[in-house]
């Protein structure tokens, strides 16, 4: 036998005690077993591990098929046998509770009594807790106890420490804590020693040495590994490096648009005009180790969902997988999971399957992974809504039982929205999937992307993961983000600044108010200049202008080096070769301007083939042609130019902020231009620093996170309220008064020729206005008729607490008449169907649009729910009866038809209706066909 093999010592450990020891398939982990391997190094030794329960494992050791034993606890009975080391930890009992519901001070098995006690079942201190009458809960495992704690179905927990917290952040519950030690008295403590048979005293020597070896200060650190990090490594940094394939596969990439949730908390949420959340904070760690740019795109699910389907957005977040979304999705590993939970405020509903709530109205967020299966399993019970915020308020106000949703996301709102009574019935289990798993979601076209974000995931360090899940996951979350509105800088960057006479030099725009530019005077104007006086008056700092005549030559100067920041720029790939960023304080939507007879488009995709304008050097140039190599990007000199261009018709589109296409609009008096579409991506704006001025870098970027909530609410303000003011210069006015004398009497003569231009020309604006928004087709409205009255709609009714009604109506088995007898005889059908409802509708309050293909939407104001029922009914039996002729083809054709009716209250939307619309519509189909569904929403 060779020397190794004689030093191969068999150890038996317990095979289902995490985080102690455990072997779940690869070998065995834990504390227990680190330590093990730890004194196995020190005493040059071979350790071969053998898992089973304790009576095997024990059993085992005693018939000597086992050299060693580990976690063994000394007992003077066992002493006669064994020997045993010195103990390597003392395992304490400990009460944990829910930070959201304190326990209080126990100091005594007595202080339990009135409280519900979890505990894992036939525990060796379960027969104390009875002694002393505490009403007690018995769960299968840990695993089962955290989440009845989480859940709030008892009131404490008691087991080891080590356990119950490795399993709560396992779980992602950051606001289950330890509260105290159990005071259970010597049952308390379990020592934990490495067991040798009496028989084998030279291994037990070398093994006891061994264990005297290894610092106390190494096991303190393997303990933290498995307490806070679940036993990954405790790493200070990471060597994480992109291959040369995945840089230039980012570099050719250019910016990435991520698509967050704005009520997602605490994943993504919008809090002091910034995006916040765990999953922001994952973001910001992947774009610093691969050097990706993200551009944010913030909305509702709904909204973000068929934007990334569409390809407008080329990252989805807080994503969850499921096998029909693979079509058109790359999904990364998770990086973190969460239970989804049905809340509810009766108090004896507990729920373990979807049929448990059959007899519930029960609301879940619309394009959530399992909507279908819960709309499946409940019917007409499934209420859909928008948001998370009006989900708990139906709640609040009992029009649902049950919300089904995730529960960190679910526990905020019921503190934000303080509704009373709130308990969880039950988790929900989907094919067996107990929680939601959060994922970043890639578009095919970028599926490179997908691997390089998996491997940044990974190469967050441990530390930074349990650093991120308590910011945001603990107790003390405070989702309204606080800022102190103080700046501390350091003895370095005050030393910079005394040697630089605490002057900074900085470059602007010149022209692109309201957010900067020069005014008359050659003065520095615009929320830029209140954001350099607003800082220089919290700091030492002196900011000094350097003037330009224009943006390019503002680049120019600060690569010079004639200027050492820019107050107000976007970060791009290649302005990263010469600047650096502070984090964004300020977020402006982006617009695509037409003129006044143009279309509304619905994404970037419809601009290919025009002439769109944009200014020379802007960010968004840099970014659109790398998003968008079709587009036909045309480059001017100023705004003011790119405007008359478009008003000249020398461009088709010209893409600029909705902050100074609001200014220059009114102030150059366009009135026949119009906002014709929303870019999915905003103007996030930042200081920008010269790459060699790291101080100043830090300077800035301290003054900007001192920005606080409300300073950056009254800068989103200030732009969004633009009011001008021109000037009156009074040395004309005699001039003037003179001209006036001159012309009076041409007046009369212009007056009238001046009232025909003008009759002419408003008869135009009003044809161009109504083409605009009227399908071609039908005559109805278009899809931008809609987008223009269905909210105004909806707000009057509101306002007059009147009843608002939508129809949608669709044409059953269309494409059977395009097919069977051509698209003309399905136009002529269409239009007939058009020409009906305008008999049907012709109320000044009606509202016919044509919503897309054979789909067309009603909107109407009522003062009967029955009324407006009949008029949709007998409307549908019209359209039953009629045929439209089609050379020697009589084409008849049915519709279906779904309505949602109600009173708007004050939390309503119309989104909301709108969906509750098309799931009766959806009904219809189901149904048969050929009928008419209908739904009640609001108050």
């Known amino acids: 036998m060779s020397e190794q093999a004689d030093d191969t010592v068999t150890v038996g450990i317990v095979g289902d005690n995490k985080p102690y020891s455990f072997d779940d398939g690869p070998g065995a982990s834990g504390f227990s077993v680190d330590v093990l391997r730890e004194v196995a190094r020190r005493a040059d030794l071979t350790f071969q591990f053998r898992a089973g329960s304790w009576p095997e494992i024990y059993d085992a050791f005693l018939r000597g098929e086992l050299d060693v034993i580990d976690g063994i606890s000394f007992s003077a009975e066992r002493a006669e046998n064994i020997l045993f080391t010195e103990p390597y930890h003392l395992r304490q009992t400990y009460l944990m509770h829910n930070t959201q519901r304190p326990l209080g001070d126990i100091n005594t098995l007595s202080d339990l009594k009135g409280l519900r006690v979890g505990i894992v079942r036939d525990v060796y201190y379960r027969d104390a807790l009875q002694a002393e009458g505490v009403s007690l809960t018995s769960y299968d495992s840990v695993h089962s106890l955290i989440r009845a704690l989480a859940f709030g179905w008892v009131d404490v927990v008691v087991g080891p420490r080590l356990t119950l917290q490795y399993y709560a952040n396992k779980a992602g519950f950051g606001f289950l804590e330890i509260a105290g030690a159990a005071p259970l008295g010597d049952l308390a403590t379990e020592d934990f020693r490495i067991g040798v048979l009496k028989s084998n005293e030279d291994l037990y020597r070398k093994i006891a040495s061994g264990l005297e070896q290894v610092p106390k200060e190494r096991i303190s650190q393997l303990l933290q590994r498995w307490q806070d990090l679940g036993g990954n490594s405790l790493v200070s940094g990471t060597s994480f490096s992109l ?67 569409d390809g407008e957005i080329d990252v989805l977040a807080n994503m969850s997988f499921r096998p029909e979304r693979e079509a058109f999705t790359r999904f990364t590993e998770p990086y973190h999971t969460i239970p989804n939970v049905a809340f509810t405020r009766d108090p004896t509903l507990r729920t373990e399957t979807l049929a448990d709530l059959k007899n519930q109205r029960v609301a879940l967020g619309s394009g959530i992974y399992y909507e279908e ?31 089904l949703a995730a529960l960190p996301n679910g526990n905020f709102w019921i503190r934000e929205l303080g509704i009373p009574g709130v308990r969880i019935a039950g988790e929900l289990v989907l094919d067996e999937q107990t929680g939601e798993d959060l994922r970043f979601g890639v578009r095919p076209g970028l599926a490179p992307l997908a691997d390089i974000l998996d491997d940044a995931l990974a190469a967050i360090t441990p530390e930074e993961m349990h650093t991120i899940e308590s910011r945001w996951l603990g107790a003390s979350v405070d989702v309204e983000v606080q800022e102190t509105g103080e700046v501390s800088l350091n003895a370095v960057e005050l030393a910079w600044l005394g040697t630089h006479d605490n002057q900074l030099s900085y470059c602007i725009d010149p ?61 791009t790939p290649e302005r990263l070769e010469f600047l650096n960023f502070t984090e964004p304080y300020l977020e402006v939507p982006t617009v695509v301007l037409g003129r006044i007879e143009a279309p509304f488009i619905e994404r970037v995709g419809d601009l290919r083939g025009q002439r769109i304008g ?10 659109l042609q790398s998003r968008y190599p079709s587009l036909n990007l045309v480059e001017v000199p100023n705004e003011q130019a790119g405007l008359r261009q478009l008003q000249n018709n020398e461009l088709d589109g010209y893409i600029t902020t909705l902050a100074t296409a609001s200014y220059y609009m009114q102030e150059l008096g366009l009135a026949d231009l119009k906002v014709i579409g929303r870019i999915p991506a905003d103007w996030s704006l930042s200081i920008a620093v ?3 001025e790291p101080v100043v870098l830090g300077i800035m ?152 293909g054979e789909e067309f939407v009603i909107f109407a104001s009522y003062e009967d729910n029955s009324e407006i029922r009949n008029r949709l009914e007998s409307f549908r039996k019209h359209v039953e009866k009629s045929c439209s002729v089609c050379g020697e083809h009589d084409v008849h054709l049915t519709i279906s038809i779904g309505l949602a009716t109600g009173i708007p209250g004050p939390d309503d939307s119309p989104a909301e209706f709108l969906r509750q619309a098309d799931q009766a519509l959806y009904q219809a189909k189901q149904n048969g066909r050929n009928r008419l569904e209908a739904r009640s929403v609001g108050s």
């Open 614 to 623: 944009v200014v020379e050097d802007y960010a968004f140039a840099e970014l």
């Open 690 to 692: 010269r790459k060699d």
């Open 243 to 309: 291959s040369p394939e995945q840089r230039r596969f980012i570099a050719e990439t250019g910016p990435v648009r991520v698509g967050l949730m704005r009520d997602y908390a605490p994943y993504s949420f919008e809090s002091g005009t910034r995006i916040h959340g765990l999953t922001v904070d994952i973001l910001n760690r992947i774009s610093d180790l691969t050097g990706l740019q993200v551009i944010p795109v913030e909305g509702q699910w709904v909204e973000l969902l068929p934007l990334f389907r």
């Open 701 to 852: 970027q301290k003054l900007v996170s001192s920005l606080t909530t409300q300073e950056r609410k009254d800068l989103e303000r200030q732009w969004r309220n633009i009011r001008l003011k021109e000037p009156v210069d009074y040395t004309l006015i005699w001039q003037l008064s003179i001209a006036a004398i001159v012309i009076a009497f041409l007046l009369v003569y212009w007056n009238r020729k001046l009232n025909r231009l003008n009759h002419d020309l408003t008869e135009a604006n009003e044809t161009l206005a109504k083409l605009s928004v009227t399908d071609d087709l039908t005559k109805l409205g278009n899809r931008s008729y809609f987008d223009q009255e269905f909210r105004k709609s909806f707000q009057w009714c509101q306002r007059h607490h009147s009843g608002f009604a939508v129809a949608m109506v669709d044409a059953d088995h269309f494409k059977r008449i395009n097919d069977n007898y051509g698209h003309e005889a399905g136009d002529i059908c269409l239009q007939t169907l058009a020409e009906l409802m305008r008999k049907h509708f012709r109320r000044e309050t009606d509202r016919l649009s044509r919503f897309g």
């Open 511 to 571: 022209d692109w108010f309201p957010l900067e530019g020069l005014d008359e005077e050659g003065r520095h104007a615009g929320l830029s200049a209140e954001v350099a006086r607003l800082f220089s008056k919290r700091s030492p700092v002196d900011f000094e202008l350097v003037a330009t005549e224009s943006w390019t030559e503002s680049i120019a100067s600060i690569k010079q080096g004639k200027c050492q920041i820019f107050t107000m720029a976007m970060q």
């Open 373 to 403: 299966p819960v709309r499946e399993a409940l019917g007409e019970n499934a209420r859909i809504f928008t948001t998370q915020e009006a989900m708990f308020q139906a709640l609040s106000r009992d029009e649902v039982d049950v919300v």
